[in-house]
């Protein structure tokens, strides 16, 4: 299992940005695809983005399209999530988690590590 820790969310208005990151221990991420997911009050963790193990290939949820940049850098052992443009529905806690590829469903269930969550709350 890979180690996950998450950081950068907060308090922030509509219209804001965030950085989020998450740093692996335990293992290299560099043989892993890795994602972000997230969870809404009420709601079920859903899919916002992943990235393959070289970075050259990105998928994103429709929601976040466009507004959210996965990126990693394995010499890090980081991967982020920039998210601009933010909007009140964009409230959740966030989840970094690794996969062994980068299909959303197979590493929301069969995940190779998940972090502990880092709250953004978007809100005027």
């Known amino acids: 299992q890979v180690q996950l820790v998450e950081s950068g969310g907060r308090y922030v208005q509509p219209g804001d940005s965030l950085r989020l990151s998450c740093v692996a221990s335990?293992?290299?991420?560099?043989?892993?695809?890795m994602g972000w997911f997230r969870q809404g009050p009420g709601k079920e963790r859903e899919f916002v983005a992943t990235i393959s193990w070289s970075g050259g290939n990105t998928y994103y949820a429709d929601s976040v399209k466009g507004r959210f940049t996965i990126s990693r850098d394995n010499a890090k052992n980081t991967v982020y999530l920039q998210m601009n443009s933010l909007k009140p529905e964009d409230t959740a806690v966030y989840y970094c988690?690794?996969?062994?590829?980068?299909?959303?469903?197979?590493?929301?269930?069969?995940?190779?590590?998940w972090g502990q969550g880092t709250q953004v709350t978007v809100s005027s």
């Open positions: 335990g293992r290299t991420i560099s043989s892993y695809a």
């Open positions: 988690a690794a996969g062994h590829n980068t299909n959303p469903l197979e590493m929301l269930y069969t995940p190779a590590g």
